[in-house]
């Protein structure tokens, strides 16, 4: 199933690090267990991989692009020890109340990496742990929308009425809710190992 999905487009808080509270310190940057085996090996399968990311706490002023950037740079040297490289990372600086079009769930990002990277929607889907992911995977049109149970993910599975106990991921059907996504997982771990074997 592998080979369906070309292009992974990953969020970053809560799905490939750990979710801190409006994250500004470096130091605070922390890979979720798994992850970034599990991206390795969607590299191995000739997967390219995507970051997109709102990151609002520029926007309202609680932390500046420099130290975006320099938590950006960390996890970037995280991946990399790890046999890690991403295509690409897209990103949203704006609150809210900029009234952009790039804020996920709206589909700016996904349209500047498809311009630059020449992306095609069937064959890219988008892991997050949140409504706005799996939202953003629909406004864009992709293939397939993964919510994981890591970071907001069980919060965002609750208010969806799913379960967040299982140990592997789980495909569901999304014409049974509009905010349902096509697969659950307990970690992006758990995503790789079902796509793999699927
Ligand atoms: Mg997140
Ligand atoms: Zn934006």
Redesign the pocket.
């Given at each position: 199933m592998l080979e369906n999905y070309h292009n992974i487009l990953l969020d970053r808080d809560g799905t490939v690090i750990e979710e801190r509270h409006y994250l500004a310190d470096p130091d605070q940057v922390q890979l979720i267990p798994g992850a970034a085996s599990a991206m390795r090996a969607l590299i191995r399968a000739g997967c390219q991989l995507f970051l997109v990311t709102?990151q609002s706490g520029i926007?309202r002023g609680y932390f500046s692009r420099a130290q975006y950037d320099a938590v950006e740079h960390r996890m970037l040297h995280l991946l990399r020890n790890e046999g890690v490289e991403l295509m690409a990372t897209a990103m949203?600086?704006?609150a809210p109340s900029?009234a952009?079009?790039?804020?996920k769930p709206l589909p700016?990002l996904w349209e500047k990496l498809q311009a630059t990277h020449g992306l095609d929607p069937n064959r890219s889907i988008m892991v997050g742990d949140k409504t706005a992911d799996i939202r953003f995977a629909r406004s864009a049109g992709l293939k397939a929308a993964v919510l994981v149970l890591t970071g907001h993910g069980r919060q965002t599975a609750k208010s969806l009425n799913l379960p967040i106990s299982q140990t592997r991921a789980l495909a569901l059907d999304r014409s049974k809710g509009a905010d349902l996504p096509d697969i659950l997982a307990p970690d992006l771990a758990a995503v790789v190992d079902m796509l793999a074997t699927h």
């Open positions: 709102n926007g949203c600086p704006h900029d952009c079009g790039c804020r700016g």
